[in-house]
Nanobody
Framework: QVQLVESGGGLVQAGGSLRLSCEVTGNILSVGVMGWYRQDPDKAREFVAQITDAGVSEYTASAKGRFTISRDNTKNTVYLQMNSLKPDDTAVYYC???????????????????WGKGTLVTVSS
C-alpha cells in the first residue's frame, strides 16, 4: 500500500514561515517528480512547485523567491519551505507524485499520479 502523508500546515501571520513535508510510505523502490499544489474553496487547484528525482525544480511565479522545494530521496520525502507568507497563500496544500515504483507481496508495481489528502495553511493579515 502506498500513501502520501503530509504535515506542517497551520496558522501563521503574514510575513511568517511554514515548512510542509510529504512522505511517500510503503515499500518504495523509486519515486518520480514530487510536487505541491494548492486550492482554496473558491478556486481551481493550482500548481505551486515541483522537483525531479535529479533535483531540478520549478515554481509558479507567485512562489519564486519565497518558497523553496527540496527532497530527500533516502526518505522518499519532499519539503516546501514557505517564507514571507501572504494572506493570498491561504489554501489547502496537496502533495503530488507523478509515478511510484513499489513492491507489495513480492511483486513490483508502477503507479501514476498520486495525491495526498492535503494540509491546511492559513495566513492571517
Amino acid at each position: 500500500q502506498v500513501q502520501l502523508v503530509e504535515s506542517g500546515g497551520g496558522l501563521v501571520q503574514a510575513g511568517g514561515s511554514l515548512r510542509l513535508s510529504c512522505e511517500v510510505t510503503g515499500n518504495i523502490l523509486s519515486v518520480g517528480v514530487m510536487g505541491w499544489y494548492r486550492q482554496d474553496p473558491d478556486k481551481a487547484r493550482e500548481f505551486v512547485a515541483q522537483i525531479t528525482d535529479a533535483g531540478v525544480s520549478e515554481y509558479t511565479a507567485s512562489a519564486k523567491g519565497r518558497f523553496t522545494i527540496s527532497r530527500d530521496n533516502t526518505k522518499n520525502t519532499v519539503y516546501l519551505q514557505m517564507n514571507s507568507l501572504k494572506p493570498d497563500d491561504t489554501a489547502v496544500y496537496y502533495c503530488n507524485v507523478d509515478r511510484i515504483h513499489y513492491e507489495l507481496g513480492g511483486y513490483d508495481f508502477k503507479g501514476a499520479d498520486y495525491w495526498g489528502k492535503g494540509t491546511l495553511v492559513t495566513v492571517s493579515s
